[in-house]
């Protein structure tokens, strides 16, 4: 059974940084590639797609976290992060890790639709 543990949420002021860190267990085998992302949802706002890597590394970013989100794996994809600098209190949400299958040919990207696999959540929140 496919797990995803993320965490490294918190409390930060304006400009600073935090580092979301997602666990992933239970692909068999676990080397089978996949697209890995991270969601968040605002308080009574829709998910929204922040950052999603192929199974190679190429990565992809929203527009309104470009330049400073970066989303990185390691070479097996049991661990996925994502670096948050330069935080602002529009960042203020949840963030939820996820993980989908990967298709030859089609990017990974940030749809939610294509992941079937999803953390619990981690809260991040920005003041002014």
């Known amino acids: 059974q496919v797990q995803l543990q993320d965490g490294g949420g918190g409390s930060v002021q304006s400009g600073g940084s935090l580092r979301l860190v997602c666990n992933v267990y239970?692909?068999?085998?676990?080397?089978?590639?996949?697209?890995m992302a991270w969601f968040r949802r605002a308080p009574g706002g829709a998910r929204e797609g922040v950052a999603a890597?192929?199974?190679?590394?190429?990565?992809a970013s929203g527009a309104s976290v470009k330049d400073r989100f970066t989303i990185s794996q390691d070479t097996t994809q049991r661990w996925v992060y994502l670096q948050m600098d330069d935080l602002r209190p529009e960042d203020t949400a949840t963030y939820y890790c996820?993980?989908?299958?990967?298709?030859?040919?089609?990017?990974?990207?940030?749809?939610?639709?294509?992941?079937?696999?999803w953390g619990q959540g981690t809260q991040v929140s920005v003041s002014s």
């Open positions: 996820a993980a989908g299958t990967f298709t030859r040919g089609r990017s990974c990207g940030l749809m939610d639709s294509q992941y079937a696999y």
């Open positions: 239970g692909y068999t085998p676990s080397t089978s590639r996949r697209c």
């Open positions: 890597i192929s199974p190679l590394g190429l990565p």
